[in-house]
């Protein structure tokens, strides 16, 4: 199958008319249940992780995290936890690449002892489901992370975490995403604690920290309504912008220039901070938008640096960076404040919170629906065809 629908036939013709187009106020219902899913469902999904991850799981020492779109963003939010906090090998690889070059029992990798996580929350991604089996076919340890259960992904690993959510709706994944990023960082901290990395006591102040950052999430959430649709409406002439971030911003910035595409249409790179002063910085128009992630930790004081630079170029930098920063915030014509503290490994969580509004004020002022859905042509057939949540 293409992975796009026929155009609407007559009724008895035998091939479905696509679903009607998305209103794009769905991302504002998403951020919105954003922190009672983080207050909700980290205890069950934690309970499950440590079903999962028995004590004689103690030896893995490599972590491939495999997905596609949201999911493999999310397995590059998280390797520094899993670097950090488990003191091991993270690999964050997409399913095209693990499945064709970098799976175990492939050329050139040596043997270790693996724990594969495959990312699907409609569990039905082919790539990533067969990822999951060449794992288990080359001796690794193979775990799904999806939201749906008895799914292909599911069937196909030696055990599945389902990180399902209530009242779920159809709509570019967000909600999922985070359900996603917590599931991925409840392993890391019971790899940490089955390695010897962190006592009991030091797992659960962690687990604890992220059933914390509900209140965060939702302050920002709600700072964030009024600040994007003014942001969005500062850049919505741009045909093209940039989102900058580096370590677990790196992944942060990946899946908001992908909620901006798939929601308003408006073509969006994510990119690392190092990397866009070496490339994407002599890209013309000199004018076009550029969001800088800052969440604070290690490359914090580059994104003041890289801000700055853009701004010297005339670019219009939008900043999202703690709510008393002055460092990065003076560069940007427009400041999208993070509200509260979190550590670097977690950052994620509470980083990405800006991208759903963003994404959903400026397909408003651009009169469009998300996935192209407002174009008088075919759309994809299937959920994970589109990049959305089922």
Known sequence: MSGRSEPNTPAGAGIQAPPPPLDPRVMLRQVDALAADLRERTGPFDEQVRTLLPA???????????????SYHAACAVRMAFASLAGVDCRPVNALRFVEYDHPGSGGRPPRTELTLTVSASGRTPLVV???????????????VTATPDSPVARAADGALLVTLPDTERSPGVRTYQASLLGLLLIAIRLGEL????????????????TAL????GATAETAR????????????????GVLGSGPSHGTALFAAAKVIETSGVFATGQDLEEWCHVERFARPPEAPVIVVAAPGRSYRHAAEVAAKAAALGRRVITVAPGDDTAIARHGRSALPVTGHVREEFSPLL?????????????????????????PRPIPTTPQDRGETP
């Open 56 to 70: 004689r799981w103690a030896a893995v020492d490599t972590v491939s995290i495999v997905g596609d779109g949201d």
């Open 130 to 144: 067969r990822s999951a089996e060449l794992a288990r076919a080359g001796g690794a340890h193979a775990i799904a």
């Open 195 to 210: 390695r010897g990395r962190l006592s009991g006591p030091e797992a659960d102040a962690l687990r604890g920290e992220l």
């Open 214 to 217: 509900a209140g965060p999430v």
């Open 226 to 241: 009024t600040r994007c649709r003014e942001t969005a409406e500062r850049i919505a002439d741009a045909a093209v912008l």
């Open 351 to 375: 980083y990405h919170v800006f991208a759903a509004p963003l994404s959903c004020h400026l397909a408003q002022l651009l009169g469009r629906a998300p996935f192209l859905a407002d174009l």
